[in-house]
């Protein structure tokens, strides 16, 4: 093992710094130097420590696990050499995307005898993206993103925004919609007959289950209705909005056992809504 103290001043320094150039300055050595004895680093400890993006760089899950043993300094080099046994991840998603993908990825991971803590991080497609190129969540669920240099974006499925109504509404002529979704602005512009009475409803939950007592109509993403097994329909005759839904995540994630095994997974935990559950 050929890790030395200097190894670990210098991965501590850039662990507590925005960029290598400010790294750099607090070790008084130059920038190029640094850059090389952190990848000769990631290379002897066999784990990627650091993402570098174009706005700087940030900890790794497997740089995060590490970056407290080597400020303790207790067992040192012996615990950054072996495998870390309880890595943390953190997964970036809007709470009506979770809300049908973790349920089933939650239960794939249990066939695996690893010891992972997961963080769940909420937020639009738009901060989750934004959140994974900064390096604050690990794996990103983005509907529709936008390309980003050095992310890899998978797609891995399509879902259906759409008019729904339950079999006994009561008020064909009132609307039920989330103004904030963008997809709803994109609905109502090309819906000419759509009811001039509206209740906004922020969380998606809600909406659906106001849609299925009848209070009104309703533009629900077909994930929702299925993750919520409301016995909803489309209006015929209406607007719909395709959504593409992708997985993103820096390629360091996913050099390490773990990070591939989830992002596998990740990926499987998205069902059509034209399959059974």
């Given at each position: 093992m050929s890790v030395t103290f200097k190894d670990l001043e210098n991965f501590i320094a850039v662990?507590?710094?925005?960029?290598?150039?400010?790294?750099?300055?607090?070790l008084e050595m130059a920038q190029p130097s640094l850059s090389l004895a952190i990848k000769k680093l990631e290379s002897e400890l066999n784990v990627p420590l650091f993402i570098r993006s174009r706005i700087?760089?940030?900890?790794?899950?497997?740089?995060r696990m590490i970056l407290p043993e080597a400020q303790?300094?207790?067992k040192l080099l012996l615990k950054i050499k072996g495998t870390p046994t309880n890595l943390s991840f953190k997964i970036g998603c809007h709470p009506s995307v979770g809300m049908f993908l973790l349920g089933r990825f939650l239960k794939s991971m249990n066939q695996f005898d690893s010891k992972l803590d997961l963080v769940i991080v909420s937020g639009s497609s738009n901060e989750i993206n934004k959140k994974v190129a900064e390096g604050e969540v690990d794996f990103g669920f983005v509907m529709n993103?936008?390309?980003i240099p050095g992310l890899i974006t998978k797609?891995?499925?399509e879902d259906e925004v759409a008019v729904w109504e339950s079999r006994n509404c009561y008020n064909k002529e009132?609307?039920?919609?989330n103004p904030e979704l963008i997809q709803s602005s994109g609905i109502l512009s090309r819906w000419k007959t759509a009811p001039v009475e509206k209740?906004?409803?922020?969380?998606?939950?809600?909406?659906a289950n106001l849609v299925e007592s009848g209070a009104g109509l309703g533009i629900i993403p077909g994930q929702v209705v299925k993750a919520q097994r409301y016995n909803l329909q489309k209006v015929s005759g209406t607007p719909t909005y395709k959504d593409r839904l992708a997985l993103v995540c820096y390629p360091e994630i996913i050099k390490s056992t773990e990070g591939k095994m989830i992002f596998d997974e990740l990926k499987k935990s998205f069902i059509s809504t034209n399959q059974k559950v």
């Open positions: 662990a507590h710094s925005r960029t290598l150039s400010e790294a750099s300055e607090k700087g760089i940030k900890l790794t899950p497997q740089g303790s300094a207790l993103p936008l390309p797609i891995i499925g009132r609307l039920i919609y209740i906004e409803v922020s969380n998606f939950e809600l909406l």
